[in-house]
Each structure stands twice: as C-alpha cells, then as structure tokens.
C-alpha cells in the first residue's frame, strides 16, 4: 500500500455522487446508479466497447469525483459497479490475464496529479485479483487543448507492448464519448500481438452529446448551474 493511499484512508469520506460525508459512495447515490444505463459504443477499427453507465446525474458527479480528494476510494466503489454490471468477474477461472488503460495525455495527469483511467484500471485489476501493467503509450497528441475536430474523432494514436506469450486483455477507461481512443489503443495491442482485447469504460456520454466532447473536460459546478 502506498503512502497516500494509507493517509487516505484515515480522511473522512465524501460520497462521490452528492459530496456527503460518510461513504465514498452514499446509499441513495448508490441506487441512483443502479437505474443509469449500460451503452455499446463502436470502437473501430477494434470492437466495441461496453460501458456500465451513462455519463449524466449521479453517475457523472461521481465519476467526475474520482478527481477528488478521495479518488481512491471513488474508484474502488465505481471500479466494484463497473465489474459487476459488465459481468466480468467469472467464478472460476480470472476471465482476462491483465488489466491496462488507454493513458491519458501527460498534461492532464499532471494537472490533476494522477491519471485516473489507470486509477480506475487498478482498482478494476484488484476486483478481479489479476495484474495490471502498462502497456499502451501515446504516439502523438499529447495535448488535448487546441486539438482539432477531425483529431477528437480520430483519436491519439497508441503504440503498446509487444506480447511473447498469448494474453488476454481487458483495456478500462473512465468515459467514452466516440469510442475512437479505445479503438486505436484495443488496436494497437492487437498489433502488438495480444490475443485477445475487451475494451470497457465505466461509461458513455450521453447521445446528444456525444458531439461536444470537450463538455466533460469544465469542472463539474459550471455545468449543472448553467
Ligand atoms: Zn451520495
């Protein structure tokens, strides 16, 4: 256990949903939860991905609270709704033989201190007692500010990890809104001669708003008074 993960632990918690002081995930904002629902979003060139909630309400404060103090905690508890809503824990042999993440660009981890789709990696990873390591990297579009359009749809392009022995991989991320990030990293670990990638995201944006992808880059307050 790392130190701040231990320092964290003795801080009061807030829930993630509704910032009251008790769990990381309050029972109301809990069953709120429950009712979001499950999305299939296109992930070309590699798939889908399957996401376990909608990005709006409660589900999206509280996976814009994994940016809080408490992120780890947040993360247990959404990485717990993730597991169980897409039925990816298998009872008797681990379904995938390594947990990764599509990296975030390194300007938005070092704002925010860590990069919380590795977070939420980790967390899903220790659910399903198998590891998780690093094996995509960014290629190009490291900045997220001042990307282009045609860039959003497209997506940053990853380079992964060769494979020496047949694995299965499952690729976590926090919200999806094209699927075109996880499709280029689901991809490029398909090149990299992984046999077999499922790509998951706790959730998806919206319908709607899908074309406003940079709507979930505001902080959380802006929105819903707006
Ligand atoms: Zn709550």
Not at 141 to 152: K, L, N, P, S
Not at 156 to 170: D, W
């Amino acid at each position: 256990m790392d130190a701040s993960l231990a320092i964290s632990s003795l801080i009061p918690h807030r829930c993630a949903g509704c910032r009251e002081r008790g769990s990381p995930l309050c029972d109301v904002c809990r069953f709120a939860i429950a009712s979001s629902p499950s999305v299939i979003v296109p992930a070309s060139p590699a798939g889908v991905v399957t996401t376990a909630l909608t990005f709006d309400g409660v589900a999206r404060s509280a996976i814009l609270g994994l940016k809080y103090r408490n992120g780890r905690a947040a993360a247990r508890v959404l990485a717990g709704v993730l597991v169980r809503r897409l039925g990816l824990a298998s009872v008797n042999r681990p379904p995938f033989d390594l947990v990764t993440w599509a990296p975030t660009s390194r300007r938005r981890s070092a704002e925010r201190g860590y990069d919380q789709a590795e977070l939420l990696a980790r967390a899903v990873a220790a659910h399903l007692g198998v590891p998780c390591r690093r094996l995509l990297y960014r290629t190009h579009g490291d900045a997220q500010t001042g990307r282009g359009r045609d860039e959003r749809l497209t997506g940053p392009g990853f380079r992964a990890r060769p494979a020496r022995i047949p694995i299965r991989v499952l690729v976590v991320d926090d919200v999806v809104t094209t699927g075109a990030t996880l499709g280029a990293a689901g991809q490029a670990l398909l090149d990299a001669g992984i046999a077999e990638v499922r790509l998951v995201a706790l959730a998806a944006t919206p319908a709607p708003r899908r074309s406003h992808a940079k709507a979930r880059e505001r902080p959380p307050g802006r929105l819903e008074s707006a």
